[in-house]
T-cell receptor, first 112, second 111 residues
Framework: NAGVTQTPKFQVLKTGQSMTLQCAQDMNHNSMYWYRQDPGMGLRLIYY???????DKGEVPNGYNVSRLNKREFSLRLESAAPSQTSVYFCASMQDPNQPQHFGDGTRLSIL | QKEVEQNSGPLSVPEGAIASLNCTYSDRGSQSFFWYRQYSGKSPELIMFIYSNGDKEDGRFTAQLNKASQYVSLLIRDSQPSDSATYLC???????????FGTGTRLKVLA
């Protein structure tokens, strides 16, 4: 049971570089989410997609873009990475708002 | 602004004791309540959910919900050192797809 798969697991970037974090779920869930978690901090919502074809901003969207490629896949793009974006990024999915969210293993991103 | 609040801890309990973790929320319309466990360096893992007032038990874990007072709690009986982790409370506000996560309570079970 794969659940939610995130790639890559680790990445080091230089300031100004761009990259895309990938997320795929095999649970046929409608909604998908991107969070960041800084050391010793809680989860902060970056963007979410309530259903295929829709995306909305969360708490900290600046510097990020997302694409809901299809029902399974939801990607997060950093166009011009900044050291403040060094964090652990989690993707999550859920069937509907009264169901639990299921998380991927995370991507640990360092920006130098 | 919908909120979910937890004490950050650390909450230290001896092995074998009951650990009690609390969470308050602001949206009276919330219908579902979740507890996640997060080990250091790992992703959050769902351990309990509760939808109705009262208690829900699953093994050593009991979730308690009091909608009138707007709090949800998690009891861990016979605490083990392996229970040492951060516990996140999550409450989806009514009418939205955005979960609200508390900042988590760090639990330390002392052997």
């Amino acid at each position: 049971n794969a659940g939610v798969t995130q790639t890559p697991k680790f990445q080091v970037l230089k300031t100004g570089q761009s990259m895309t974090l990938q997320c795929a779920q095999d649970m046929n869930h409608n909604s998908m989410y991107w969070y960041r978690q800084d050391p010793g901090m809680g989860l902060r919502l970056i963007y979410y997609s309530a259903s295929e074809g829709t995306t909305d901003k969360g708490e900290v969207p600046n510097g990020y873009n997302v694409s809901r490629l299809n029902k399974r896949e939801f990607s997060l793009r950093l166009e011009s990475a900044a050291p403040s974006q060094t964090s652990v990024y989690f993707c999550a999915s859920m069937q509907d708002p009264n169901q639990p969210q299921h998380f991927g293993d995370g991507t640990r991103l360092s920006i130098l | 602004q919908k909120e979910v609040e937890q004490n950050s801890g650390p909450l230290s309990v001896p092995e074998g004791a009951i650990a009690s973790l609390n969470c308050t929320y602001s949206d009276r319309g919330s219908q579902s309540f979740f507890w996640y466990r997060q080990y250091s360096g790992k992703s959050p893992e769902l351990i309990m959910f509760i939808y109705s007032n009262g208690d829900k038990e699953d093994g050593r874990f009991t979730a308690q919900l009091n909608k009138a007072s707007q709090y949800v709690s998690l009891l861990i009986r016979d605490s083990q050192p392996s229970d040492s982790a951060t516990y996140l409370c999550a409450v989806p506000p009514s009418g939205t797809y955005k979960y609200i996560f508390g900042t988590g309570t760090r639990l330390k079970v002392l052997a």
